[in-house]
């Protein structure tokens, strides 16, 4: 029999796009390919894109050009683009990139072994993908690892396109659910992190009602499960149901990413955004009941018909509302989105002005907050070790967007918890040392 191709997958994008790239990792694997992440000894180059935004579009082109070097001086015989921008852009992407041979879309992950065989372009539909693969997939991000709990989004925010990328909200059933949180934990994952386009839609398809909270409750019967983490939590489905859940189990984060994009009623009408307008008055009922708790959000700058007074109102929300982690975007003009239509869209220069300026206010607020914890200490997950220092995690920070805490690693190995004191801060990381007198977890 003749021996296959060794296959590369390059994952780009969210941590819904690194579920696929796993997903697709596991197929081929069970169809006797083998993986490595050295482009160079690659037979096959598969780049799983993101199209969300310009800046991300930029980063996946960049990434099929390097991958296409390895056509010309590498071993890589065929190079193949999934994902995002493989979906949105696939009849540009076919012309202006001959070098590409296959093209996958968001709907076809389950069917990357005819991709990689010579099948395709393979386009099914979004909505035709149930995900039910991804319980065979090969995690990437040990020691913690995501888990997809819906595809798809109900949303029809006007600057974003993710709706006619991934299609309709289609919810997974709890047992595959629960199934895939069994396999992540066998295989050595101490945090989950569930995610979604928004995962407070959870079982609204099925049910006609969150089922989030219930998902929570099943999960605390993985035996071996450390913690659980919520991402991409739209304030309008935030329920005090959920925040009891939270509250009650120790394995669930005080954490909340909640995405607001912006705080003046006249931008969240105009993007079509719900429960933004009573933001703080949400902040403080959570900070009530879940004490400890971390907030992370996303806000957008520069969105079109966005005036200095606006701004002025989203960047003293910042500072009242005093996030621990931010993270903002300057606007991208998306084609077949409402605000691509907008006139009234904000010069770059203006938009790229406010963002250093709400940075900096929020870099403001972490700074004085990573002062408050000197002293503290935390149960700290490694993700890392290296030359004799450990990068890890509290409950408090999620993985890649947040900052770490960062101290001697004494013998620690990634997957371990360690009881860590913090000493000092370097800006946005936090340092410390292990409190050696505390046994390990």
């Given at each position: 029999?003749?021996?296959?191709?060794?296959?590369?997958?390059?994952?780009?994008?969210?941590?819904?796009?690194?579920?696929?790239?796993?997903?697709?990792?596991?197929l081929l694997?069970?169809?006797?390919?083998?993986?490595?992440?050295?482009?160079?000894?690659?037979?096959?180059?598969?780049?799983?894109?993101?199209?969300?935004i310009?800046?991300?579009?930029?980063?996946?082109?960049?990434?099929?050009?390097?991958?296409?070097?390895?056509?010309?001086?590498?071993?890589?015989?065929?190079?193949?683009?999934?994902?995002?921008?493989?979906?949105?852009?696939?009849?540009?992407?076919?012309?202006?990139?001959?070098?590409?041979?296959?093209?996958?879309?968001?709907?076809?992950?389950?069917?990357?072994?005819?991709?990689?065989?010579?099948?395709?372009?393979?386009?099914?539909?979004?909505?035709?993908?149930?995900?039910?693969?991804?319980?065979?997939?090969?995690?990437?991000?040990?020691?913690?690892?995501?888990?997809?709990?819906?595809?798809?989004?109900?949303?029809?925010?006007?600057?974003?396109?993710?709706?006619q990328?991934?299609?309709?909200?289609?919810?997974?059933?709890?047992?595959?659910?629960?199934?895939?949180?069994?396999?992540?934990?066998?295989?050595?994952?101490?945090?989950?992190?569930?995610?979604?386009?928004?995962?407070?839609?959870?079982?609204?398809?099925?049910?006609?009602?969150?089922?989030?909270?219930?998902?929570?409750?099943?999960?605390?019967?993985?035996?071996g499960l450390?913690?659980?983490?919520?991402?991409?939590?739209?304030?309008?489905?935030?329920t005090?149901?959920?925040?009891?859940?939270?509250a009650?189990?120790?394995?669930?984060?005080?954490?909340?990413?909640?995405?607001?994009?912006?705080?003046?009623?006249?931008?969240?009408?105009?993007?079509?955004?719900?429960?933004?307008?009573?933001?703080?008055?949400?902040?403080?009922?959570?900070?009530?009941?879940?004490p400890?708790?971390?907030?992370?959000?996303?806000?957008?700058?520069?969105?079109?018909?966005?005036?200095?007074?606006?701004?002025?109102?989203?960047?003293?929300?910042?500072?009242?509302?005093?996030?621990?982690?931010?993270?903002?975007?300057?606007?991208?003009?998306?084609?077949?989105t409402?605000?691509?239509?907008?006139?009234?869209?904000?010069?770059?220069?203006?938009?790229?002005?406010?963002?250093?300026?709400?940075?900096?206010?929020q870099?403001e607020?972490?700074?004085?907050?990573?002062?408050?914890?000197?002293?503290?200490?935390?149960?700290?997950?490694?993700?890392?070790?290296?030359?004799?220092?450990?990068?890890?995690?509290?409950?408090?920070?999620?993985?890649?967007?947040?900052?770490?805490?960062?101290?001697?690693?004494?013998?620690?190995?990634?997957?371990?918890?360690?009881?860590?004191?913090?000493?000092?801060?370097?800006?946005?990381?936090?340092?410390?040392?292990?409190?050696?007198?505390?046994?390990?977890?």
């Open positions: 029999m003749k021996e296959k191709d060794p296959v590369a997958i390059l994952n780009l994008g969210c941590p819904k796009n690194q579920v696929d790239g796993e997903t697709m990792a596991g694997a069970q169809a006797g390919y083998a993986l490595t992440d050295r482009l160079e000894w690659a037979g096959t180059i598969i780049v799983n894109t993101c199209g969300f310009e800046k991300a579009r930029q980063e996946s082109i960049d990434a099929i050009l390097a991958a296409a070097e390895q056509k010309t001086k590498g071993r890589c015989r065929r190079l193949l683009v999934t994902g995002c921008l493989s979906q949105a852009h696939y009849q540009e992407l076919k012309k202006a990139l001959p070098e590409v041979d296959g093209f996958m879309g968001t709907g076809a992950v389950d069917k990357v072994v005819e991709l990689v065989e010579g099948k395709g372009p393979l386009f099914p539909s979004p909505k035709s993908y149930d995900g039910l693969a991804e319980t065979g997939r090969l995690p990437s991000t040990y020691p913690y690892g995501y888990l997809k709990i819906a595809e798809g989004c109900n949303h029809r925010c006007s600057y974003c396109v993710i709706p990328l991934r299609g309709p909200l289609r919810s997974k059933d709890p047992a595959q659910v629960l199934a895939e949180a069994n396999m992540l934990v066998a295989g050595g994952i101490k945090e989950i992190i569930l995610v979604a386009q928004d995962t407070t839609q959870y079982g609204l398809d099925f049910a006609r009602q969150s089922r989030l909270p219930e998902l929570l409750t099943q999960l605390e019967t993985v035996a450390s913690r659980v983490r919520l991402l991409y939590c739209y304030p309008e489905g935030i005090d149901e959920l925040l009891r859940v939270m009650r189990s120790p394995i669930f984060c005080r954490y909340l990413d909640i995405p607001l994009q912006h705080s003046h009623p006249y931008i969240l009408k105009s993007m079509g955004r719900r429960g933004g307008e009573g933001a703080e008055a949400l902040l403080e009922k959570l900070r009530l009941h879940l400890g708790l971390a907030l992370r959000t996303s806000l957008i700058v520069g969105y079109p018909g966005e005036k200095p007074m606006h701004f002025r109102h989203l960047l003293a929300f910042v500072r009242r509302a005093k996030f621990d982690h931010l993270g903002a975007f300057v606007y991208s003009q998306e084609e077949r409402a605000a691509a239509k907008i006139e009234e869209q904000v010069p770059r220069r203006i938009k790229e002005w406010r963002y250093r300026q709400l940075m900096s206010a870099q607020i972490v700074f004085a907050r990573n002062r408050q914890f000197i002293g503290q200490e935390f149960s700290v997950l490694i993700d890392a070790v290296s030359r004799g220092r450990a990068w890890g995690r509290s409950y408090r920070e999620a993985p890649v967007v947040d900052s770490s805490i960062i101290f001697p690693a004494e013998g620690r190995r990634p997957g371990d918890f360690a009881a860590v004191r913090c000493t000092d801060y370097s800006g946005y990381d936090l340092l410390g040392e292990i409190d050696s007198g505390k046994p390990r977890e």
